[in-house]
Each structure stands twice: as C-alpha cells, then as structure tokens.
C-alpha cells in the first residue's frame, strides 16, 4: 500500500505576497556597493487552490467541509492550498480546537496522529505574523494532511490541540518558548527547551541569532546573521 | 576539622524540606525523612546521571520504592540548529542537521533534503544510484543505531557485556560510514539532489564481509537476551502502553509496533524506492520493553536484507552518476584524496581555474550563493530508527531555509515516560525510557 | 656515589613528586559528563575496541566525588551550564577538565543564543581537543597528554609556585586577537 496518488498541482490563485525582497546582500543604502540595490522582488507564498484539487484530497476537503457545517463550524476552513502533492487547510483561529476534533473522530477522515506543531514567523505580513502549522496523518486511509492557522502578533493566541491529541503537549510548549505563541487551554504551557527564565522566544526573526563574533590573529569574523550574504 | 563543603544540606521551604545530596549521603535524608513519617520523597534524577540515556533530567515523586509521579526535564543540550540552518545555504542545512540526532545521521539528512526536493520539484530526477546508495547508508545507520540503543540500554540495567558487544559490532559499520562517507558520524552526505561523493573502490566488498560476519554475531545477542531471565525479569510487562495510548501520544517507531500494529513508513508510504526491496515490517504484540527489544533485534536482521539487496543493485550501477544532472542544483566537483593528503578535486580545479571562465563563475555562484529554493513549504517524514521523523521545511524563495522544524521522535516518544513508568518502581523508569530509546540530540535539537 | 649504591636490589628511588604524579596518571578516573555526540565517541573510545581500559581508565564515575577527570563531551547549552559547574564544584582536587570536541572548546559550528561559546567561560580547561567529533584515537591522544602533565604536576610550595609562574607566562603572553598575520 502506498500514499493514495494525487494529480498534477490543482488549479491555484496567484500567489501571496508576504514581504518584499530588496538588494542582492543584505545590506542597504550607502553601505551597498554591489550596483543591485535597485534589485526589487515580492516574496510569493503559493496561493489559494480551487477545487478539484485531485486524487483523494476533494475527498478529505468535503467530508471535513459536510462535518464542519454539522458542527456548526461551516466557516472553519479559510482556504485550501494544494502544492507539491500537499495539501494545506487554512483553518479559522477560533475554530482549531473544534476541527481537530471532527478530523480525528469524523470515520471518513480518522486523522489518529498528530505529529506535533511547528512554528513560522513571518514578520511583514501584518495581522498574520504568527503560524502555526500542524501535521496530520491518518492510518486508516494512509494520507497527510496539513492545518495551518494564522495569528497576529499582537494577540498571540489560539485554542490548544492537547485535549483531542494530547501528543501535541510537549510541540505546543515547544512552539510557545520559540514564537511566544499561547496556546490557550494547555495543561501547563511552561517553557521547554530554554531555560525558564529566559527572555523572549529565539526563533523568531525578530530574535537575533545571538552569536558572538569570532576574532582569531587580528581577524574578526562576525556571527552568521550579521555577516555580508545573499538575501 | 573543617566542614565537608560536598555535606548534604538540609533546608526548609513552604513546600517542605529540600534536601541537596550528591553522591552517596542517604544517610542524612533517611534521617531527615524518618523524623518527618513521611514516605514521600521527590527524587530530581539527572540531567546528569548516568542511566537516563543523555542529559534528561527526571523529576520522580517517590512513595518507598513506587514512582507516584513522573515528569521529564529537557532543554539542556539545547542547540539552536534550526534556528542556525536559517542563516545557511541549503546545501549547508545538511551539516547542521545531521548533528541533531546524532544517532542517525542519515535520516536527518535524508528528511530534509527529502522535503528541498520536493520544494524543487525535483523528486522524480534523484538518480537511482543515489537512492540506492541513501537507502544502503540509512539501513546501516538503523543497524548502528539500534545497536547503541541495546548497548546504552544494557549498560543502564547492569548488563555490561551487552554494552561491549554491541559498540563492537557498532565500530564495523563505522568503518563503512568511514569509507563511503570519509566521516565515523556527523556525515553531511546525503545532499539535496542526491549524495556528495559516488561509492570509493572496494567498497561493495567491504559491506559483503561485513554483511556476512554480522549474521554470525547477530545470533549472538538472541543467545544472550533473549532468553536470559534476567534480562527477562527486568523487561518484561515493564513500560506497558498500548495501540491507543501510543496514538494518543504520537509514538511511532517501535513503541508502535510493539504493540502488535505494523505501522511502517517504508512500507506505507515508501520513499527512495523501499517499495523495491524486499523485507518485512517487525511487530511484536506484548507491547512492553521486551517486545521493543525483540523488534530492534529482529529490525536489525531485516536491514542486513535490505543492505544486500542494495549492495546486488549497486553492483550493476558501477559509474552511474548520484547527483541530480541538473547543474544549477548538483555540487559541480567529486572530492578525491590528492598526493598531498587533502581531498580535492584536482579535475574540476584544473578545469575552473585553467580552461572555463563561466565554469568559475558558475562554481562561486553556486557555492557561497546557492540555489533558490520556490517558496512553500514541504513536509516528508521517514521512518527512522525511533519513528517518524520529519522536517517542516519553509521556503520564502531564498537561497537559505526560511524556516525548518524538525519533527524528531525522540521528543515525541518521551513524552510518555509518565504513562509508561508511573506507578511502577523506580528501576522500571530506567528500562522504560531505555526502551523509548530518546536521542537527547534530537529532542532538544 | 649516595644512597643509591648502598640498595639493595629491586629497589628504586623517586621523588615524592614523581611517585604522587605516577599514581594520579595511572589511576584517572573520567566523570561520565557525555552530552552530545561526542559523548558517543567517547563511550566507543572506554569499548572493546580503542580500550580506553589499557591506561586504567575504563571506570567512568556516575559520581563527580570519585572522578579525577571530567570530559566535557559535546555542546553545553545555557541551560546545562549551571549544572556544568555544580559538577565540577562536586570533584574533588586535584581535578582537571578536557573540552572534548569543538563545540566544548569554542562553540563550533554553533556560534548562537542556545550554546555556551567555549566551556572555558564556565570551568578552567587543561586540555583542548578539536575535532567534530574527535575521533577515539585523537581522544587517547589527548588524555595521554594530559596523563603526562598529571605525572609532572608539582606538589606543595612547588605547584604554588608552578601556578604563579604559569599565570605570569598567560599574562605576559599576547591575545591570539593582537596576535598579527591573518589566519595562519
Ligand atoms: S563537536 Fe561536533 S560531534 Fe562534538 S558535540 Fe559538537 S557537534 Fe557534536
């Protein structure tokens, strides 16, 4: 048995610009002798899908599109996005919690495993600078899915997953002490991996990689994030 | 005299009295605890003891001997790498991630460039030489790897010969990470595009005789555990959960299958070409510590399967290339050991720096610059020796990961230390998490 | 001439020094520090193979108070440090620290917020040992180095004076961030 195939990419929308891209090394206005400071280009998420999307997604988008509505969450799903044979559903911040829940127990759906939630910053698209991205997998009808939900930064929160997969525990605190993303109704939404009393949440790109320079016989090398690269 | 400054020390605090001991002064708590009547103690256990498998730290709520309540501390070889890989190339990506689990290397790398290709859409043109080879290489690490879990897992119960043995058998098949790769861990090798360097002379031999000597030695170990009842009276019904506790808390690996459900990703969702080879997926249905054992040592002889499917293929591959053709991706040189010892590329320095002008730009292009991966994200998890293991890989276009996450089955598996070990005694945590078999790499990451 | 005519035989004479410095060096005892990868290294180096048996060294202490030697193995994260140095309080003198690996020494390849850049901010280092991770005969090598610097420590008034005479040396010395000629 092998993951159900899917068709070609479903039709998409154009794509989502989240930021823009300028200059070729990272470094601007007087400091930039590289001739490419007039370099200019939109950073482009995949867009929207329409359906069909092929293969055995139109299934799961309909089962989870007929179990929302019978549960009174029919908005839940703001878009779907279909990208290199992956499927991602955008889902409402409210309604997390409630579509975990139908996509674990729904028999056309049986997502069992949750295989933890992921982070992403992405600070220039205002109002959604946080994600928050999980990854679903069904046993029963062996596929993946993907949910990702937006959250602005300036109210950092969304429905903890724990109660329907309570996998989600540990990669919830985990997402918390890296993003500062608050999962509400967590058991005990405590820092995991930095120390408890560390301040801010580093991986996030407002956070500086925080090397030190290296200086070895009269050269200095700065940290990573500070040096001169392609952008 | 002066005051032992190592004295256990006694203070009290709202929440009772702590005690700070360290090393063998039980004396004063047992004191202490027998003026108080009370036969609760909270024991923190690590990160720096020698049985929990890596800088883990436990927090053990003790009544007697019975664990009441237990609670994992992690954290503490915390790293930063996928924090670090955002300011890399994609190429370089690799070298930070195979330091994650530092068990199984392979697998790290293998994921991630898993999910660059498919971000570069490029799935379908990795050369068969270079799946074989990935496929040859991650069997051998799950062999290593579940022999070091054997090996670390005897040592913290006391079986100390089953330690030697298995860093014995361990340091053959280092040998041969050694002369394909040219590095004992830490490989870097598995690119995105394929591998870094094609198999050196001989090779295939080498893994035959090694093939051939593991399956005397791997009897070995039946003889010595499988049976033995010690080994028995202290694995078996220990670290118990079942299908639906494993689920609940996403165990996969051989948590998983201990419970008598064959779930496999390289059978179920095969990557690389797995649905070629022939072997099968091992379960065992009493869903403890022994049926975890009895898995790895059984995986074990199904990889030795695997290895020599691969080696057979690989024999009638001789030449064939193991980088994606396409030069905007592939690494432009195949390193060879020079006179001088150093291992270059004398063929391509001839030709970038003496014969092609644009053969130079396009080599620096490609090396500080990189490629630019297309935007979204990919997310193809491999069945690596401990469970699912995935990466989360982000693109905004760039010639660096925007964001990679990497999620390791270490981290989740551990999670069930509590279930597996409260109520049971207090040697049983041990066997528990040994059998979980956590990379505290790759937990903390 | 001396004493050493009137001896019988199968007798040696030695300095105290010499004799304190042979018994500390053949009996030196690592403390099981093992953090990362290299920690596996140097569990492979105490197995069959590499032996680590053959210079009396196979018994890794689980407890700092009987160990004379703490291999730092691996990264020290800023949340591993505190716990570090509570170790390394725990041993008793003499004790001597070897950074094992890059990432112990210098923070490696790990130059950012999670990982302490170099385990020298936290403990006094005697022996550096590069490698990413160090190979188990680069890891005998170093702690037979450090095995020789055991045998010809000073004892008493002279190990006083030994340390003040190396720290005048360290103060005197130029900082490898003055030191000129880049790179080499
Ligand atoms: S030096 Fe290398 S091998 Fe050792 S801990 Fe650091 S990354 Fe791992």
């Known amino acids: ?231 | 005299m002066t005051a032992d400054p190592y004295a256990a020390t006694e203070s009290a605090t709202t929440e009772g009295k702590v005690y700070t001991v360290t090393g063998q002064d039980w004396d004063s708590i047992v004191a202490g605890i027998a003026e108080d009547h009370d036969d609760k103690v909270v024991v923190n256990m690590g990160p720096q003891h020698p049985s929990t498998h890596g800088v883990l730290r436990l927090i053990l709520e003790l009544e007697g001997e019975t664990v009441t309540e237990a609670r994992c501390g992690i954290g503490y070889l915390h790293t930063g790498i996928e924090k670090n890989m955002e300011f890399r190339t994609w190429v370089q990506g690799v070298t930070f991630c195979t330091r994650m689990d530092y068990l199984s290397p392979f697998f790290n790398e293998m994921t991630y460039s898993l999910g660059v290709e498919g971000l570069l859409d490029i799935s379908t043109d990795i050369p068969e030489k270079a799946q074989v080879m990935r496929v040859l290489l991650m069997e051998l690490n799950r062999i290593s790897s579940h022999l070091v879990c054997i090996a670390t897992g005897g040592m913290e119960i006391g079986a100390l010969t089953v330690m030697t043995i298995g860093f014995r058998e361990r340091e053959l098949v280092l040998d041969l990470f050694e002369l394909i790769t040219g590095l004992r861990m830490n490989h870097a090798f598995i690119r995105p595009g394929g591998v870094a360097q094609d198999m050196p002379a001989g090779a295939l031999d080498e893994i035959r005789d090694f093939v051939a000597l593991m399956k005397k030695r791997l009897p070995e170990y039946a003889d010595l555990c499988n049976a033995n009842p010690i080994f028995k009276a202290r694995l078996v019904d220990v670290g118990h959960l079942d299908l639906a506790g494993c689920l609940a808390l996403g165990l996969t690996g051989p948590p998983l299958r201990a419970t008598g459900y064959g779930w496999d990703l390289r059978k179920m969702q095969p990557y690389s070409g797995y649905e070629d080879y022939d072997f099968e997926v091992c379960t065992w249905d009493t869903a403890d510590s022994y049926g975890r054992f009895r898995i790895r040592l059984n995986e074990m002889w199904e990889s030795l399967k695997i290895v020599e499917q691969c080696v057979e293929r690989l024999a009638g591959l001789e030449g064939a290339p193991v980088m994606v053709a396409d030069k905007k991706i592939a690494w432009p040189s195949q390193l060879a050991i020079g006179s001088d010892g150093m291992g270059n590329s004398l063929d391509h320095i001839k030709h970038i720096m003496g014969e092609s002008m644009e053969g130079l730009i396009h080599h620096f292009k490609l090396v500080t610059e990189g490629f630019r991966v297309p935007a979204g994200q990919a997310y193809v998890p491999i069945e690596s020796p401990r469970g699912e293991l995935g990466a989360h890989v982000v693109s905004d276009g760039g010639t660096r990961p925007y964001r990679v996450h990497f999620r390791d089955p270490s981290f989740t598996n551990l999670q069930a230390t509590s279930v597996m070990s409260e109520g049971g005694m207090v040697a049983d945590v041990i066997v528990a998490i040994a059998s979980i078999d956590p990379v505290m790499g790759g937990v903390d990451r | 001439m001396g004493l050493e005519e009137k001896l019988p035989s199968g007798v040696l004479l030695t300095t105290v020094e010499g004799v304190a410095g042979y018994m500390r060096k053949a009996s030196f005892w690592p403390a099981t520090f093992g953090l990362a990868c290299c920690a596996i290294e140097m569990m492979t180096t105490g197995g069959p193979k590499y032996d680590l048996a053959r210079f009396g060294m196979e018994v890794f202490r689980a407890s700092p108070r009987q160990a004379d030697l703490m291999i730092v193995a691996g990264r020290v994260s800023q949340k591993m440090a505190p716990v570090l140095r509570q170790i390394y309080d725990q041993m008793p003198e003499p004790k001597w620290v070897l950074a094992m690996g890059v990432c112990a020494s210098s923070g490696g390849m790990f130059n950012n917020y999670a990982v302490v850049q170099g385990v020298d901010h936290i403990v006094p280092v005697d022996m550096y040992l590069p490698g990413c991770p160090p190979r188990p005969e680069m890891l005998i090598d170093a702690i037979l180095k450090l095995h020789d610097q055991v045998q010809h420590t000073k004892l008493g008034v002279n190990r006083l004076d030994e340390i003040e005479a190396d720290e005048a040396t360290a103060l005197a010395a130029v900082p490898t961030s003055q030191m000129k000629g880049l790179l080499r």
Not at chain 1, 54 to 81: F, N, R, Y
Not at chain 1, 204 to 216: A, H, Q, T, W
Request: proline share 8%; net charge negative.
């Open chain 1, 1 to 231: 048995m092998t993951l159900e195939p899917t068709g070609p990419d479903a039709a998409t929308a154009p794509g989502e610009v989240i930021a823009r891209r300028e200059g070729m090394f990272g470094v601007h206005g007087t400091g930039d002798t590289s001739g490419y400071g007039g370099l200019s280009t939109h950073v482009e998420l995949p867009g929207a899908s329409t359906p069909p999307y092929g293969g055995w997604m139109d299934e799961v988008a309909t089962a989870l599109q007929a179990a929302a509505a019978a549960a009174g969450v029919e908005s839940a799903v703001e878009k779907v996005v279909v990208y290199r044979g992956e499927i991602t559903f955008f889902i409402r911040r409210e309604d997390i919690a409630a579509v975990a829940k139908l996509l674990r127990d729904d028999v056309l759906l049986r997502f069992e495993l949750c295989s933890g939630v992921s982070g992403v910053h992405y600070p220039d698209d205002a109002g959604r600078e946080l994600h928050a991205v999980y990854h679903l997998l069904s046993m029963t009808h062996n596929r993946r899915i993907r949910l990702e939900v937006t959250i602005p930064d300036a109210d950092p929160h969304v429905d903890s997953v724990c109660a329907t997969y309570p996998t989600a525990d540990w990669h919830e605190r985990e997402t918390f002490d890296f993003f500062g993303i608050i999962f509400d109704g967590h058991p005990a939404l405590t820092r995991i991996q930095m120390p408890d009393d560390w301040p801010g949440h580093p991986q996030r790109k407002d956070y500086p990689l925080g090397g030190i320079p290296v200086e070895y016989k009269g050269a200095t090398v700065p940290p990573p994030d500070e040096r001169r690269s392609y952008n």
